[in-house]
């Protein structure tokens, strides 16, 4: 089973609000990933954790703040979002991070922000 | 220059004809390659995952990996409507969890 889930699918929320995505895997994988894709575009690396410790920020605005709980979880959680931060948001896993290993991506949480 | 050029098309093919993808990277430390598919408003899907140059095929599927000429192609066999989608190459450094993508490829395949 190579299988990444994420809630919710869908997201429409206003600049002031606070939202979190959640993302699980249950393939035992240590590295997980949040990637943000805009139409048209490929997706562009966020976050990455590993063993559970953030080990990789590419330079994301502090409304977005990451959270790890357990080896199966990883949130996002949103704040004073701005408009063009509406976009696909992905999460992936792979087994062992910087040892090669492919990456499996969710289906992603479609976030509209107004 | 971008690392990974890929030509965003889009390519229009009628049914049961061959589609031919492919791109190009200019960091010859790229060690390991993938193909991955993603139809409209979804998560991408790995489709084929290759490490060495030379050929690796998959049901209706064929990676092509030259490193020599920093290169790498994807074939679909006998194509379906279904295989609409968008198609991203991607690679990645030994040791390293930063994928490169290419642009995307959007393929039609016509009934």
């Known amino acids: 089973d190579t299988e990444v889930t994420q809630t919710p699918k869908h997201l429409v929320m206003g600049m002031t609000n606070k939202k979190s995505l959640k993302c699980e895997q249950h393939?035992?994988?240590?590295?997980m990933y949040w990637y943000k894709q805009k139409a048209k575009k490929p997706p562009e690396l966020m976050f990455v954790?590993?063993?559970?410790?953030?080990?990789i920020n590419e330079s994301v605005p502090s409304r977005f703040s990451p959270e790890c709980p357990n080896s199966s979880l990883l949130n996002l959680h949103l704040h004073a979002l701005q408009p063009e931060d509406s976009a696909l948001y992905l999460c992936?896993?792979?087994?062992?991070?910087?040892?090669?290993?492919?990456?499996?991506f969710g289906p992603g949480t479609r976030l509209l922000v107004l | 220059q971008k690392e990974v050029e890929q030509d965003p098309g889009p390519l229009s093919v009628p049914e049961g004809a061959i589609v031919s993808l492919n791109c190009t990277y200019s960091?010859?430390?790229?060690?390991?390659f993938m193909w991955y598919r993603q139809y409209s408003r979804k998560g991408p899907e790995l489709l084929m995952y290759?490490?060495?140059?030379g050929n690796k095929e998959d049901g209706r599927f064929t990676a092509q990996v030259d490193k020599s000429s920093k290169y790498i192609s994807l074939f679909i066999r006998d194509s379906q409507p279904s295989d609409s989608a968008t198609y991203l190459c991607?690679?990645?450094?030994?040791?390293?969890?930063?994928?490169?993508f290419g642009a995307g490829t959007t393929v039609t395949v016509r009934a």
């Open positions: 960091n010859s430390a790229f060690q390991y």
């Open positions: 992936a896993s792979s087994q062992e991070p910087q040892i090669q290993e492919t990456q499996y």
């Open positions: 290759t490490y060495s140059s």
């Open positions: 954790y590993s063993y559970e410790k953030l080990s």
């Open positions: 393939m035992g994988h240590r590295a």
């Open positions: 991607a690679m990645i450094l030994s040791n390293d969890y930063k994928l490169s």
